[in-house]
């Protein structure tokens, strides 16, 4: 049998289809749970989250990042079907980095220049980069375990895609904690260490995804 014709035939069994939504769900949900109860149990909210979401900046950063934890979701959803168009979920992951891109922009517009690196680096950038992985690991495993149970034809892109989920998973929980709320910080760090993820869900996936 050829590859195509095997293909075709496992996006029309049914049964794999409805196990692998079912997997999906059931992984994000456990892995939001996970990562949200380490979060409180570990470093905890901050401490001033009831007053905080008087501020545009901070109001930002959770909606972008739960808007990229979205949009990879929904494409890690999609990779793990073969034959689903991917052109679509790739192409709206652009609108949350097109919006942090605008909201850094204006940043820097009303920042004098003297208070750019502070207000980049921050008092929590090592931090974030260590702790949004540590929270990425329970979404991570929970999506491969659910893209094992479909068919993704590339294993690669399929990790990377879970990768991607998980790291923005981890960051929009993250985003709870953090203090530090600039557009410049959520530009470097939240980039750097969701892209760690990233990188290595692909590394992951092109050895753990094939089938």
Same mark, same amino acid.
């Given at each position: 049998?050829?590859?195509? =014709? ?9 049964? #794999? ?12 949900? $456990?892995?939001? $749970? ?62 949350? #980095? ?82 530090? =709320? ?30």
């Amino acid at each position: 049998m050829k590859t195509d =014709d095997l293909i075709t035939l496992m996006t029309q069994d049914a049964p #794999v289809g409805l196990r692998y939504g079912r997997a999906l769900a059931i992984a994000l949900v $456990a892995g939001v $749970a996970v990562s949200a109860v380490l979060l409180v149990v570990t470093v905890g909210l901050r401490h001033n989250i009831t007053s905080v979401f008087e501020t545009a900046r901070v109001l930002f950063k959770i909606i972008v990042t739960i808007a990229l934890a979205v949009l990879a979701a929904r494409l890690a959803m999609r990779i793990g079907r073969p034959g689903e168009a991917l052109r679509l979920p790739t192409l709206l992951l652009a609108l949350p #980095v097109l919006l942090v891109g605008a909201a850094v922009a204006a940043e820097l517009a009303v920042l004098p220049q003297a208070a750019w690196k502070a207000n980049m680096v921050g008092g929590n950038a090592l931090f974030c980069l260590f702790f949004i992985p540590v929270l990425s690991l329970a979404p991570l495993a929970g999506l491969f375990w659910a893209l094992k149970q479909g068919a993704p034809e590339n294993p690669t892109a399929a990790g990377a895609s879970a990768g991607l989920a998980a790291g923005a998973i981890a960051a929009a929980i993250y985003a709870w904690h953090c203090p530090d =709320d600039s557009p410049l910080f959520l530009a470097a760090w939240y980039t750097i260490a969701i892209a760690i993820v990233t990188g290595a869900g692909a590394l992951l996936g092109r050895r753990w995804l094939r089938w």
